[in-house]
């Protein structure tokens, strides 16, 4: 019911910037909350940041100050601008929705659609 396509990841050095962004199906787009999260090899899957239908947005304490979440509804778009990445960014990134009304969740399983994920890597 609901396809997410992430893209932008990439190469960079540490300290540098990336915007990754996800392209979504679904005419319901803005009254999804939409988030992402990223896994690195061998790790859990770990929220990233959200942004609410009403644009309200959260982080995780790793990232926040660096990143930013932001929507485009009329683009049916979410993006994830980076800054200062670090080596330890490096993950695969990936889109989600999610279609529950209510407070986000951190909690992956919360989460009720993913994009297929887009690889980051930041050199040291």
């Known amino acids: 019911q609901v396809q997410l396509v992430e893209s932008g990841g990439g190469l960079v050095q540490a300290g540098g910037s990336l915007r990754l962004s996800c392209a979504a199906s679904?005419?319901?787009?803005?009254?999804?909350?939409m988030g992402w999260f990223r896994q690195a090899p061998g790790k859990e899957r770990e929220f990233v940041a959200a942004?609410?239908?009403?644009?309200?947005?959260y982080y995780a304490d790793s990232v926040k100050g660096r990143f930013t979440i932001s929507r485009d509804n009329a683009k049916n778009t979410v993006y994830l601008q980076m800054n200062s990445l670090k080596p330890e960014d490096t993950a695969v990134y990936y889109c989600?929705?999610?279609?529950?009304?209510?407070?986000?969740?951190?909690?992956?399983?919360?989460?009720?659609?993913w994009g297929q994920g887009t690889q980051v890597t930041v050199s040291s």
């Open positions: 989600a929705a999610q279609t529950k009304s209510g407070p986000v969740t951190v909690v992956a399983g919360g989460w009720d659609y």
């Open positions: 679904g005419r319901t787009f803005s009254r999804y909350a």
């Open positions: 942004i609410g239908w009403s644009s309200s947005t």
